[in-house]
C-alpha cells in the first residue's frame, strides 16, 4: 500500500508543504496519494544547499560513497514488493513489468557501487620528443559539481537510478525533479537515500511541474543537466548556458527480420511483441516499425497478429495482465488520432486502434504511408507498423529514414549482415537478433539525430559527471 501522503526531500531532509499534489492510480483513475510541493524559495534553498555540498561530496571517499549505494541496493531489495505496487499504482505499469524495473533498480545501483571505487585516471608518455625528456604526465577524475536531473513518467525507478547513482558514484551533489505524473518511486529512493550518511545536501528531491523547474535549467551555479524526456529537451538545452548538457529524447525504433529468418519465428514474434507492447509501447526504445524480407512477410504478419490478438489487456495489478493503460487519457487520445490519420491515409489496419479512456488497444498496421505520423514520430503507445523489403540495403534505407537514432535491431544470422547493420545505420546502438528494446544497465545508452546527445549506463553517466585534472611534472623529486 501507498503511504497517505509523501513528502519531497530538500538537503537530504523530508520537507512537508501547505500546497499537496495528487497523485492518480492510472488504471482505476482514483487518488492514490498527495506528495507535498515545493514552492520557489525550496528550489532556491536546494541549489544552493547542492553548492555548499560541493567540497563535502568531494571529500567523501570512494569507499564512502559505494557503502551508500550498497545500502540502498539492499534496502530496495528488502523493499522490492512495496517499490513494484507504488509503480503499478502511479505508471499502471502490469505488476510482472514493475517488479522487474525494480530489479533493475538494484542493479543499477550495485554496478554504481562498484564504479565508485574505480574511478581512475591515466599516466601519459610525454616523452615524445628530445625536449621532453623528464616530463610525465598523470590524470585524474574529479567530480563536476553540483547537477540537475529531469525525469519522466515511463520508468520512475530506473531512469531516476541511472541519474542518482552515478552521481553519487562520481561525487556529485544532485537535484532532482521527477515526473509530476509519477513523483512516488522518485520519493522512496529519497526516503533510502536519507538513511545514509551523505553530507548535508547532498541531494534534494523536488516534486516540481515544468513551469517551476526552470532553475534547475538555467542556474549557472549547477554545472550539468541530465534530461529525459520529449523533444523539448533541445529548448532546455538552448536555455542551459554553459553548463554541460546531456539529452535523452526517444525515438521510433525500428526491427529488421531477415530472410532467414523463416525457422525462428516463433522467438522472433515473442520478442516482437515484448518490443512493442511491454508498458504499452511507452517506452523511447520500443519497437515501433518492423521491415520484414518480403519472403517471409505474409507468415509473419499472419501470425504476429493472431498473437497480439491473445494479449489480455486490463488491471495492472492483475499478474495474467500483459497491457496495462497508457499514462492518461490524453495520451491515448493522441495516438487513436494518429492512427486514425493514417487510415485515413491509406494505411490498413490489421488489429486494435480502439480506446476507452486510456486504454488503447494494441495495434498493428500495414500500408503506412511514409510522411503518417505513426510512421516518422515517436507513437509512445501500443503501437507497430509492418513494411515489407526485397533486399538488405532497402531495409537499412528504411530504417535511416528517420528524424531519431537511438536503437536498432536486426535478426539475421548471417554476419555481414549485422556488421553492416553496425556500420550504416544512423543509431546510438544496433541489437543483433534480438529487439531494440533490449537494455542492460551497464551498457552505453543513447542517440543521435533527435534522439539527443551524451550516453547514459553507469560508466558513461560518471564520466559526463566528472572531468579530467592533469598534472604534469618534469624529473623527480628530490631524494625520490
Same mark, same amino acid.
Given at each position: 500500500?501507498? =503511504? ?62 559505494? #557503502? ?14 512495496? %517499490? ?59 567530480? %563536476? ?41 522518485? %520519493? ?51 536555455? #542551459? ?50 521491415? #520484414? ?77 511514409? =510522411? ?42 548471417? %554476419? ?24 542492460? =544497465? ?21 564520466? =559526463? ?16
Amino acid at each position: 500500500m501507498l =503511504d497517505k501522503t509523501y513528502p519531497y526531500y530538500l538537503a537530504n531532509e523530508p520537507r512537508t508543504s501547505a500546497t499537496m499534489m495528487e497523485v492518480y492510480d492510472k488504471y482505476s483513475g482514483e487518488i492514490a496519494t498527495r506528495v507535498a510541493v515545493p514552492d520557489e524559495q525550496a528550489t532556491e534553498a536546494a541549489i544552493r544547499a547542492a553548492v555548499q555540498a560541493t567540497g563535502p561530496m568531494k571529500k567523501f571517499k570512494p569507499w564512502a560513497r559505494q #557503502a551508500v549505494l550498497q545500502h540502498c541496493a539492499q534496502r530496495f531489495q528488502e523493499r522490492h514488493e512495496e %517499490l513494484a505496487m507504488a509503480l503499478c499504482v502511479e505508471a499502471g505499469k502490469p505488476i510482472k513489468d514493475a517488479a522487474g524495473e525494480v530489479t533493475r533498480l538494484i542493479d543499477t545501483f550495485r554496478i554504481a557501487a562498484e564504479e565508485a571505487v574505480r574511478i581512475n585516471g591515466e599516466t601519459l608518455n610525454l616523452e615524445l620528443a628530445e625536449r621532453l625528456n623528464g616530463y610525465h604526465g598523470f590524470t585524474r577524475r574529479v567530480p %563536476l559539481g553540483p547537477v540537475s536531473f529531469i525525469t519522466p513518467f515511463n520508468f520512475p525507478l530506473n531512469l531516476v537510478a541511472h541519474k542518482v547513482a552515478p552521481a553519487i558514484a562520481a561525487g556529485c551533489p544532485f537535484v532532482l525533479k521527477p515526473s509530476e505524473k509519477t513523483p512516488i518511486g522518485a %520519493l522512496i529512493i529519497g526516503q533510502v537515500l536519507a538513511e545514509t550518511d551523505l553530507p548535508k545536501g547532498a541531494f534534494s528531491i523536488l516534486t516540481l511541474d515544468g513551469k517551476h523547474a526552470t532553475p534547475l535549467v538555467e542556474d549557472a551555479r549547477l554545472k550539468l543537466l541530465s534530461f529525459t524526456g520529449g523533444q523539448i529537451g533541445w529548448d532546455l538545452k538552448a536555455r #542551459a548556458g554553459h553548463k554541460k548538457v546531456t539529452l535523452e529524447l526517444g525515438g521510433n525504433a525500428a526491427c529488421i527480420v531477415d530472410a532467414d529468418q523463416a525457422g525462428n519465428l516463433d522467438r522472433l514474434i515473442e520478442r516482437l511483441i515484448f518490443g512493442a507492447f511491454y508498458q504499452s509501447g511507452q517506452s523511447c526504445i520500443s519497437v515501433q516499425r518492423i521491415y #520484414a524480407h518480403a519472403s517471409l512477410y505474409e507468415e509473419l504478419k499472419q501470425r504476429l497478429v493472431e498473437a497480439v490478438k491473445q494479449l489480455q489487456a486490463g488491471d495492472p495489478k492483475d499478474k495474467s495482465v500483459f497491457l496495462g493503460p497508457m499514462i492518461d487519457e490524453a495520451a491515448a487520445t493522441r495516438l487513436e488520432g494518429w492512427i486514425n490519420e493514417a487510415q485515413q491515409a491509406g494505411g490498413k489496419l490489421l488489429c486494435g486502434g480502439k480506446r476507452k479512456g486510456n486504454m488503447l488497444e494494441a495495434t498493428v498496421m500495414e500500408n503506412v504511408p511514409k =510522411d503518417a505520423k505513426v510512421n516518422r514520430m515517436e507513437v509512445f503507445g501500443p503501437f507497430v507498423l509492418l513494411v515489407p523489403f526485397e533486399h538488405i540495403d532497402e531495409a537499412f534505407a528504411l530504417v535511416n529514414d528517420s528524424d531519431y537514432g537511438l536503437q536498432a535491431g536486426i535478426f539475421t544470422d548471417q %554476419l555481414t549482415h549485422a556488421m553492416r547493420a553496425w556500420d550504416e545505420l544512423e543509431q546510438g546502438g544496433v541489437i543483433v537478433n534480438d529487439v531494440p528494446s533490449f537494455r542492460v =544497465d551497464n551498457m552505453p545508452y543513447g542517440g543521435v539525430k533527435l534522439s539527443g546527445v551524451g550516453r547514459e549506463g553507469v560508466r558513461y553517466a560518471i564520466e =559526463d559527471m566528472t572531468e579530467i585534472r592533469l598534472m604534469v611534472m618534469r624529473g623527480a623529486f628530490p631524494g625520490a
